[in-house]
């Protein structure tokens, strides 16, 4: 029995020596053997396994976690009794970066941080799960305008003070920790090195990459690995910009050409347009007058729309070449975004202005008038203006003809051409005389009837015949009188018949003393009326 003991106790102690010996408050290597939904089960060669709390991963890492990864673990506790062995990778990971904290400030060395948030006065920094503190004045060589731009970004910095546990492997609970980082530390140390790599890269001319670190309305400023350049809004394209953010967005990388570089002063000029070559420079070679060409609406104004034909070239469409008529307001004619066809009139290379045509692509209206018409047409058209001696009409081609005050009416009296018409009225009237080359268009209304002081006015009114009159007119020289709603006729204030008051619109009776068809004229009497 007791051989069976000794034995037994013999191979316990052999198993127990195959063992590594792990204590409470160690860090030791231990194998993933399994994933459970209460935690992560770890092999740390101890005679049973130990479990992690799941808290102690990220979500990324938990995902990325397999059986037979090797991690570092601080031993929480073991507890013999229970058969169970309580580790920590997080306390792991803090006290080997306290470890590196502080072996990297005796050493002076830089460190590798991730900033996490903005805090009153600077941001906070993550050194494998330890906080840091990096004022907003220590963050760079000047002081930084907008801390939100370093939230996720990771740094270079050098510790500025550095106050670790009083006992890494000890109770950490309630235990007050500092660390302060500087960025701008790192910067002046690394500042005269990367001054003159940076020389040699920023060289007038050089293409570099950099990242856009700010967007205003005047410009773009990019960081260049260490030093900020500026690239002007005038530089960003040959053609129009409103604004830089049409073109760029922060925190992406572009490709710049260097305009300038003053690295005493650390300024550096940048252009983008530059990458490309000016447009301009050979513009005659590629556009002409004449020419057919085609480009894209960018504004719109009163006086006329400005057309891009490339990037960087653009021209204007005058309001004078929008129509071959009177033009109407230059967004009738197109919409911003829009394609149109048009015609080269001029090119000013030295002003880089390019005057365009609408209208020229269109046939002129006189042209397709003289093809359309001639004397003695009919046409309607539209008042389009009344003045003192006519009255012109828009016809459908977008020609003005005039009808002279003459040209109105056989047998009225014509003051005005008020009288007879209202501007946008439809009209219609004879032609008269046609002159394309000259743009002239002499148009008729009376001729649209027979003339009826060729027969109809001498057949019907006879010399010494009595007829009724209604009062139109008085004027200085007499009474204007319309007889039966055919002719006009005038009596003279000698004929008037003076024992009788007479104002407009009285019936009379008026006796015909003259006739003269070819001066289209009739004497009237009321006296003589009166006395027969």
């Known amino acids: 029995m007791q051989n069976q003991i000794s034995e037994k106790q013999e191979l316990e102690n052999l198993y127990e020596s195959t063992l590594s010996h792990v204590e409470r408050g160690e860090i030791v290597k231990g194998k993933i053997i399994g994933i459970r939904n209460d935690g992560i089960i770890v092999d740390v060669s ?3 396994e130990g479990i992690i709390p799941l808290s102690d991963f990220s979500k990324e890492e938990l995902s990325t976690l397999k059986e037979g990864d090797e991690i570092d673990v601080f031993i929480e506790k073991i507890d013999d009794a229970q058969g169970a062995i309580y580790l920590s990778r997080d306390r792991a990971l803090k006290i080997k970066g306290w470890e590196n904290l502080i072996e990297s400030y005796e050493k002076g060395l830089p460190i590798d941080v ?85 020389t040699e890269k920023l060289k007038e001319g050089s293409k570099v990459k ?87 609406v960018t504004r719109i104004e009163d006086f006329g729309i400005f057309v891009e034909l490339e990037e960087g070239v653009e021209g204007l469409v005058h309001s004078s070449e929008l129509d071959w008529v009177t033009p109407k307001n230059p967004s009738y004619y197109a919409e911003i975004d829009e394609w149109l066809n048009l015609k080269i009139i001029d090119i000013d290379k030295e002003n880089r202005k390019i005057s365009l ?85 002499s148009l008729g209304i009376k001729q649209l009837k ?11 009114f006879k010399v010494g015949e009595i007829y009724d009159a209604r009062v139109i007119k008085k004027t200085e020289h007499g009474l204007f009188v319309d007889i039966g709603g055919i002719v006009e006729g005038l009596v003279y204030n000698s004929e008037i018949d003076k024992n009788r008051i007479v104002k407009e619109g009285d019936e009379i009776k008026v006796l015909v ?10 004497g009237l009497s009321m006296k003589k009326a009166e006395e027969e």
């Open 513 to 522: 003393v003259k006739m003269d068809p070819e001066k289209r004229k009739i």
């Open 450 to 460: 027979e003339d009826p002081w060729l027969k109809e006015i001498p057949e019907k």
């Open 46 to 48: 101890y005679k049973f």
């Open 357 to 441: 045509s609408l209208k020229q692509l269109k046939p002129k209206p006189w042209e397709v008038v003289a093809k359309k018409y001639k004397v003695g047409d009919r046409v309607i058209g539209k008042v389009k203006t009344i003045t003192d001696f006519g009255v012109f009409l828009r016809l459908p081609e977008g020609v003005d003809g005039l009808i002279h005050i003459s040209d109105i009416s056989w047998t009225k009296h014509v003051d005005h051409p008020s009288q007879f018409f209202k501007k946008g009225q439809k009209v219609e009237a004879i032609i008269l005389n046609l002159e394309p080359e000259k743009e002239k268009m």
């Open 114 to 198: 991730t900033v996490t948030a903005k805090t009153k006065g600077g941001v906070l920094a993550s050194y494998l799960g330890i906080k840091g503190f990096i004022p907003a004045s220590l963050l760079e060589l000047k002081k930084p305008k907008n801390l939100d731009e370093y939230i996720g970004k990771q740094i270079k910095v050098k510790i500025e003070k550095v106050e670790p546990p009083k006992n890494l492997y000890g109770n950490w609970k309630n235990v007050k920790t500092t660390l302060v980082l500087s960025r701008k530390a790192y910067l002046e140390e690394n500042k005269e090195q990367l001054k003159r790599e940076l």
């Open 210 to 296: 950099g990242i856009v670190k700010n967007i205003t309305n005047y410009g773009v400023f990019v960081d260049l690995g260490g030093i900020d350049g500026f690239l002007h809004i005038s530089d960003i394209s040959w053609g129009k910009v409103k604004h830089p953010s049409q073109f760029f967005d922060v925190g992406k990388e572009y490709e710049f050409v260097v305009i300038k570089s003053d690295m005493e002063n650390e300024r550096i000029t940048l252009g983008y347009k530059q990458k490309k070559a000016d447009p301009w420079e050979n513009i005659d070679k590629k556009y002409q007058p004449g020419m057919k060409v085609r480009g894209k």
